[in-house]
């Protein structure tokens, strides 16, 4: 939704500019007036696009800052010495749950007690349960086997992308 409406107000911007730009040919006549406002223009659509580009950078900043809390929080119960069994071990619970579902289904379709429901006009719903329980699970294994890698590298490239905005 964001980089919709970044390329949206974008080209809006850029018509803008164009439009602006074909009313003030029109009165100025000589070239190198043309051309200062040309330049004073470019400028401009260079400093909205590089707003764009920072306000881009603190939306995915928020996000990660938002996951990065979520995760120190769960660091913090699993800590406590106070917090109860099951609230140490929800998740784990949930995620060993949400896997064992995932691959009971598609052991019950194929072994061939849900091939009675795919006949029976059933298949839409069958399809959904599992295509919802799949993604589930994918997100389950990446919470635990492949978020903390991806989050480095977006934040490497975050860093250098800020690096790169604060030289200029």
């Known amino acids: 939704?964001?980089?919709?409406?970044?390329?949206?107000?974008?080209?809006g911007a850029s018509s803008l500019v164009d439009?602006?730009?074909?009313?003030i040919?029109?009165?100025?006549t000589s070239d190198e007036e043309k051309k200062e406002l040309e330049n004073e223009l470019a400028k401009a659509n260079m400093q909205?696009?590089?707003?764009?580009?920072?306000?881009?950078?603190?939306?995915?900043?928020?996000?990660?800052?938002?996951t990065a809390s979520a995760r120190e929080n769960q660091t913090?119960?699993?800590?406590?010495?106070?917090?109860?069994?099951?609230a140490k071990n929800v998740h784990s619970l949930l995620a060993v749950s949400i896997i064992g579902l995932t691959f009971f289904m598609f052991f019950w379709i194929i072994q061939g007690d849900?091939?009675?429901?795919?006949?029976?006009?059933?298949?839409?719903?069958?399809i959904y349960i599992l295509g919802a329980l799949t993604t589930i699970a994918?997100?389950?294994?990446?919470?635990?086997?492949?978020?903390?890698?991806g989050s480095k590298?977006?934040?490497?490239?975050?860093?250098?992308?800020?690096?790169?905005?604060n030289k200029k």
């Open 1 to 11: 939704m964001a980089n919709f409406l970044s390329k949206l107000f974008s080209a």
């Open 19 to 23: 439009a602006v730009g074909d009313a």
């Open 25 to 28: 040919d029109k009165n100025f």
């Open 48 to 66: 909205h696009q590089q707003v764009m580009g920072q306000q881009d950078l603190d939306r995915t900043k928020a996000y990660l800052a938002d």
């Open 76 to 86: 913090a119960i699993q800590q406590s010495e106070h917090a109860s069994w099951l």
């Open 114 to 126: 849900g091939q009675t429901l795919l006949q029976n006009g059933m298949k839409d719903i069958v």
């Open 138 to 149: 994918t997100q389950v294994v990446a919470y635990y086997f492949g978020s903390s890698q």
């Open 153 to 165: 590298d977006k934040q490497k490239s975050i860093d250098s992308i800020t690096s790169g905005i």
